[in-house]
């Protein structure tokens, strides 16, 4: 985000001081609210499906420092997307391995889409209240609202250690899967290769933005009758 923000202040656009704070302050609150609370309903998902391991190495909590990386947070900040530290989880001790491994997955895309949509409430709530007084704080909730929409389909991209590698286990026939581990040393190369087609493409960003268009929509329709 702030990378951006960046890049279009030396493109000539017109960027003011305010926006750069806003977008420091929006992802600061990505970093130290939305993505503990992702991560922790990896956690409590994993919890309540029977795996105590969450809960022992300390990823049961809401404490973000419990759950920052550090390089991670700072993607955050530069270019509104990036990573905590995964949470372990022990597929011995659930009851449905494959099954519950994708609803542990599932539970941290589908944590930032609940967040997107309350931010996109507070957001549209501030306009129909209050106005462009609050333009400072629309923008803070847009803001963040963005990046954790543009975070859950970001990391339903099917390749470890995305989440959505674990929904892809669970499709997949195990022979099929196998296979493709075969080639888990070429991840990080694979995922290098999916960020630079992001930046040319932007499919994901596309995506979120029509996920937040239609969240918009249905706020908009909610205090419609204000």
Same mark, same amino acid.
């Given at each position: 985000?702030?990378?951006?923000? %960046?890049?279009?202040?030396?493109?000539?656009?017109? %960027?003011?001081?305010?926006? %750069?704070?806003?977008?420091?302050?929006?992802?600061?609150?990505?970093? @130290?609210?939305?993505?503990?609370?992702?991560?922790?309903?990896?956690?409590?998902?994993?919890t309540k499906l029977g795996d105590p391991t969450p809960k022992y190495t300390g990823r049961l909590s809401l404490n973000p420092f419990?759950? %920052?990386?550090?390089?991670?947070?700072?993607?955050?900040?530069?270019?509104?997307?990036?990573?905590?530290?995964?949470?372990?989880?022990?597929?011995?001790n659930l009851n449905n391995p494959k099954r519950d491994m994708m609803l542990i997955a599932l539970a941290g895309p589908i944590a930032n889409l609940i967040i997107a949509f309350v931010c996109v409430?507070?957001?549209?709530?501030?306009?129909?209240?209050?106005?462009?007084?609050?333009?400072? @704080?629309?923008v803070f909730f847009s803001y963040i609202a963005q990046i954790n929409c543009y975070l859950a389909f970001f990391n339903l991209i099917p390749i470890p250690? @995305?989440?959505?590698?674990?929904?892809?286990?669970?499709?997949?026939?195990?022979? !099929?899967? !196998?296979?493709?581990?075969? !080639?888990?040393? !070429?991840?990080?190369i694979i995922i290098l290769g999916v960020i630079f087609l992001e930046s040319r493409i932007g499919l994901v960003s596309r995506i979120s933005n029509i996920t937040l268009s239609g969240?918009?929509?249905?706020?908009?329709?909610?205090?419609?009758?204000?």
């Open positions: 985000m702030l990378f951006n923000v %960046i890049i279009n202040a030396f493109s000539g656009g017109n %960027i003011s001081f305010s926006s %750069i704070i806003i977008s420091v302050l929006a992802s600061l609150a990505v970093v @130290f609210l939305t993505m503990p609370i992702h991560e922790y309903a990896h956690a409590l998902i994993g419990n759950h %920052i990386d550090y390089m991670g947070a700072l993607c955050i900040v530069l270019f509104g997307f990036g990573w905590a530290k995964p949470v372990q989880i022990n597929g011995r409430l507070i957001r549209v709530a501030l306009l129909t209240f209050i106005g462009d007084s609050a333009m400072l @704080f629309i250690p @995305f989440d959505g590698s674990r929904v892809l286990t669970a499709i997949l026939p195990n022979k !099929y899967y !196998y296979t493709l581990m075969r !080639y888990e040393r !070429y991840f990080t969240m918009l929509e249905l706020a908009s329709l909610l205090f419609s009758r204000f």
